[in-house]
């Protein structure tokens, strides 16, 4: 069973890409085969993994896969980076929340039937774009299975209460579950200040009980391995105690 997860956040800036690189790098450093997807139309994981060229071919892309996903296969679209295998976001992409929209059939549900059959991989790993809106909900309902990057600042704790109305949402009006598997605490950097500390302990408050809430911190080895195109477990990269947070994330994501 291929296993889907979504990084997701509405939020601009929060870690969505760094931490799906990194917890990427971290399950293939497990010795499990993984698929990244970029759904940012913006298209930075594919860029930061290097991957331009993909950004602006000519089709068939991700986006004419989203628009037909009986028609397409997702082995056929993607591109094979060092640690992972990656789905390329292309630039058509900004008009594909009105193409889908304006199609009006399960707008919402094409992610969903472009992983029907994909099951090349143990994990595939989503990359949630920066707002609110059916490319979003796509990810959520094709994944059902989210890890949430927020940030130590006050903004976070709206921003988490705004997706969690969203997701509820989506629950009752397609009847699924969406499941939240841990909180990513991203690009910590101490000495905190008052306002971070409380902002951490609420989030530890409010999901510590239920799910792990895990401390990535801001690291120049974390900066500088996605400079190079890798992940922290990249073969060029350098030491960093956030492996050992990297891994704890892909082990409660590959033993649940
Ligand atoms: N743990 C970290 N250490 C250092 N820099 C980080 C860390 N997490 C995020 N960043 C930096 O913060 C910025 C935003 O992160 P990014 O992953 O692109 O967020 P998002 O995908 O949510 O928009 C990027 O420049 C990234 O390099
Ligand atoms: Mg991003």
């Given at each position: 069973m291929t296993q889907r997860v979504g990084i997701l956040q509405q939020k601009g800036g929060v870690g969505k890409t760094t931490n799906t690189i990194n917890i990427a790098g971290a399950l293939a450093d497990r010795g499990l085969d993984v698929l990244a997807v970029d759904?940012?139309?913006?298209?930075y994981l594919t860029h930061r993994l290097g991957f331009e060229d993909a950004y602006t071919a000519n089709e068939p892309t991700l986006y004419n896969a989203l628009k037909?996903?009986?028609?397409?296969?997702?082995e056929d679209l993607t591109v094979q980076h060092v640690e992972f295998d990656l789905l390329p976001a292309n630039i058509d992409m900004f008009r594909l929340e009105q193409d889908l929209i304006a199609s009006g059939m399960r707008p919402r549900m094409r992610l969903d039937q472009l992983f029907d059959g994909a099951d090349a991989w143990d994990v595939i790993l989503v990359d949630a774009p920066?707002?609110?809106?059916p490319l979003n909900d796509n990810v959520a309902l094709a994944t059902q299975q989210l890890v949430v990057p927020v940030e130590a600042d006050d903004s976070s704790q709206l921003a988490l209460n705004h997706l969690l109305r969203q997701l509820d949402t989506l629950e009752s009006r397609y009847d699924v579950h969406v499941d939240i598997l841990g909180v990513v605490v991203s690009n910590v950097e101490y000495p905190l200040d008052n306002e971070q500390k409380n902002n951490i302990e609420w989030f530890q408050d409010r999901f510590e009980d239920h799910v792990p809430v895990w401390e990535v911190r801001n690291r120049a080895a974390i900066k500088r391995a996605i400079k190079n195109g890798e992940s922290v477990f990249g073969e060029n990269a350098e030491e960093t105690d956030m492996r050992e947070v990297y891994a704890a994330i892909a082990e409660e994501i590959n033993d649940g």
């Open positions: 759904m940012d139309p913006q298209g037909e996903p009986t028609e397409h296969d997702v920066p707002s609110l809106g």
